[in-house]
């Protein structure tokens, strides 16, 4: 069994900066690699959507709203991601979830969502 967990999420104001991590645990073993991790977001109402994702071999694909302003990367070897978020705009409050694709050492494909962290930008 492998989780994800976000962190770095919280209140920035309006122009600031946040970065976001995803960190691989549990049965971390289980991993061969991350061929693909992602960002999402969701305001409650709405639809959950694509903020950022980066796939190996591929070019990073953002969303139209926050190109420029977010850089997602990760780190293969410690199976981590991140997402640095600058300039922030005060949208409504929105759970942001870490997505990953990933190869087990049995050669098998799992995708795996976090459980989402809060980041709110407001004066």
């Known amino acids: 069994q492998v989780q994800l967990v976000e962190s770095g999420g919280g209140l920035v104001q309006p122009g600031g900066s946040l970065r976001l991590s995803c960190a691989a645990s549990g049965n971390i073993h289980s991993i061969h690699s991350i061929f693909a991790m992602g960002w999402y977001r969701q305001v409650p109402g709405k639809q959950r959507e694509l903020v950022a994702r980066?796939?190996?071999?591929?070019?990073?694909n953002y969303a139209d709203s926050v190109k420029g302003r977010f850089t997602i990367s990760r780190d293969n070897a410690k199976n981590t991601g991140d997402l640095q978020m600058n300039s922030l705009k005060p949208v409504y409050p929105a759970v942001y979830y870490c997505?990953?694709?990933?190869?087990?050492?049995?050669?098998?494909?799992?995708?795996?969502w976090g459980q989402g962290t809060q980041v709110t930008v407001s004066s």
């Open positions: 980066l796939r190996n071999g591929d070019n990073p």
């Open positions: 997505h990953a694709d990933i190869m087990t050492i049995r050669f098998q494909r799992r995708a795996y």
